[in-house]
Protein backbone atom coordinates (compact mmCIF):
# COMPACT_ATOMS: atom_id res chain seq x y z
CA UNK A 1 0.00 0.00 0.00
CA UNK A 2 1.55 3.38 -0.61
CA UNK A 3 0.77 4.51 2.80
CA UNK A 4 3.35 2.09 4.03
CA UNK A 5 5.90 3.47 1.34
CA UNK A 6 5.01 6.91 3.13
CA UNK A 7 5.44 6.18 6.16
CA UNK A 8 3.06 7.69 7.70
CA UNK A 9 0.89 6.04 10.86
CA UNK A 10 -1.78 8.67 10.83
CA UNK A 11 -3.85 10.41 7.94
CA UNK A 12 -6.93 12.25 6.97
CA UNK A 13 -9.56 11.57 4.29
CA UNK A 14 -7.72 14.58 2.56
CA UNK A 15 -4.51 12.55 2.85
CA UNK A 16 -5.57 9.43 1.25
CA UNK A 17 -7.52 11.75 -1.82
CA UNK A 18 -4.27 12.98 -2.46
CA UNK A 19 -2.29 9.66 -2.69
CA UNK A 20 -5.04 7.42 -4.28
CA UNK A 21 -6.11 10.55 -6.57
CA UNK A 22 -9.52 10.35 -6.16
CA UNK A 23 -11.31 13.61 -6.83
CA UNK A 24 -14.63 11.79 -5.96
CA UNK A 25 -15.24 12.34 -2.30
CA UNK A 26 -18.33 9.91 -2.03
CA UNK A 27 -16.00 7.30 -4.35
CA UNK A 28 -13.17 8.03 -1.59
CA UNK A 29 -15.40 7.81 1.46
CA UNK A 30 -16.75 4.64 -0.06
CA UNK A 31 -13.77 3.38 -0.11
CA UNK A 32 -12.57 4.30 3.40
CA UNK A 33 -15.83 2.44 4.61
CA UNK A 34 -14.64 -0.16 2.70
CA UNK A 35 -10.98 -0.70 4.12
CA UNK A 36 -12.18 0.09 7.87
CA UNK A 37 -14.75 -2.59 7.73
CA UNK A 38 -12.00 -5.17 6.27
CA UNK A 39 -10.03 -3.96 9.06
CA UNK A 40 -7.44 -3.14 6.71
CA UNK A 41 -7.49 0.49 8.05
CA UNK A 42 -8.63 1.37 11.50
CA UNK A 43 -10.53 4.79 12.29
CA UNK A 44 -8.83 7.01 15.16
CA UNK A 45 -11.72 9.58 15.12
CA UNK A 46 -13.66 10.94 12.33
CA UNK A 47 -11.81 11.95 9.21
CA UNK A 48 -8.61 10.19 11.25
CA UNK A 49 -7.32 7.00 9.81
CA UNK A 50 -4.56 4.60 11.08
CA UNK A 51 -3.24 1.38 9.46
CA UNK A 52 -2.73 0.47 12.81
CA UNK A 53 -5.11 -0.46 15.57
CA UNK A 54 -3.75 1.51 18.42
CA UNK A 55 -4.80 0.55 21.89
CA UNK A 56 -4.88 3.15 25.06
CA UNK A 57 -2.16 1.84 26.53
CA UNK A 58 0.19 2.29 23.14
CA UNK A 59 -1.07 5.68 22.87
CA UNK A 60 0.44 6.49 26.22
CA UNK A 61 3.46 4.63 25.69
CA UNK A 62 4.44 6.41 22.33
CA UNK A 63 4.61 9.84 22.65
CA UNK A 64 5.50 10.76 19.04
CA UNK A 65 2.36 9.15 17.96
CA UNK A 66 0.31 11.62 20.28
CA UNK A 67 1.95 14.21 18.46
CA UNK A 68 1.13 13.45 15.30
CA UNK A 69 -2.61 12.58 16.01
CA UNK A 70 -2.21 16.48 17.62
CA UNK A 71 -1.12 17.68 14.14
CA UNK A 72 -3.64 15.96 12.23
CA UNK A 73 -6.37 16.86 14.46
CA UNK A 74 -5.35 20.54 14.96
CA UNK A 75 -4.34 22.28 11.94
CA UNK A 76 -0.64 24.58 12.41
CA UNK A 77 0.06 22.81 15.28
CA UNK A 78 3.28 22.77 17.04
CA UNK A 79 5.04 20.65 19.74
CA UNK A 80 6.64 23.03 22.03
CA UNK A 81 9.86 23.03 23.15
CA UNK A 82 8.89 22.07 26.68
CA UNK A 83 6.74 18.93 25.51
CA UNK A 84 9.32 17.98 23.48
CA UNK A 85 11.90 17.90 26.20
CA UNK A 86 9.60 15.90 28.48
CA UNK A 87 8.99 13.31 25.82
CA UNK A 88 12.53 12.74 25.43
CA UNK A 89 13.24 11.88 28.99
CA UNK A 90 15.72 15.47 30.05
CA UNK A 91 12.95 17.32 31.91
Known amino acids: MQL ?3 DMNVFTAQDL ?6 S ?9 KYYVKSRRMFR ?8 NEY ?4 LKQDTNLLFEIANKLVAN ?8 LTAHGLI
Open 4 to 6: QKN
Open 24 to 32: DERKLYELI
Open 55 to 58: SSDN
Open 44 to 51: LARGLYSL
Open 77 to 84: SYVSLYSA
Open 17 to 22: SVVWKY
